[in-house]
């Protein structure tokens, strides 16, 4: 059984408080959900997994959440990875 590595990049970062049906960014709905795992909070350690879409057309990742924290990280899930653009 073999497993099929997806590599996502993302150009920005944008918090919603809704699950997004259009990117925020470009109003694309090419939008892979929970692509990559997110984490906010208030530091590293006190950090929780929140549900995130990523817009394929313009790499627009949607934080979901109506309270974020200071504290974003942006990690690899099973079978993907990702790469954050730098600008």
């Known amino acids: ?9 993302i150009n920005q ?16 709905s090419n939008l892979k959900d929970d692509a990559v795992l997110v984490t906010t909070g208030i530091s590293e350690k006190n950090a929780d997994y929140v549900p995130s879409s990523l ?8 934080i979901i959440t109506p309270n974020p924290g200071p504290v ?3 990690n690899h899930s099973v079978g993907n990875q990702v790469t954050v653009r730098g600008n």
Not at 55 to 62: A, F, I, V
């Open 1 to 9: 059984m073999s497993c099929i590595l997806v590599h996502y990049f």
């Open 13 to 28: 970062i944008k918090h919603t408080p809704h699950k997004p049906s259009l990117c925020v960014n470009c109003r694309s």
């Open 55 to 62: 817009c394929l057309d313009c790499e627009t990742l949607m």
């Open 72 to 74: 974003v990280g942006v």
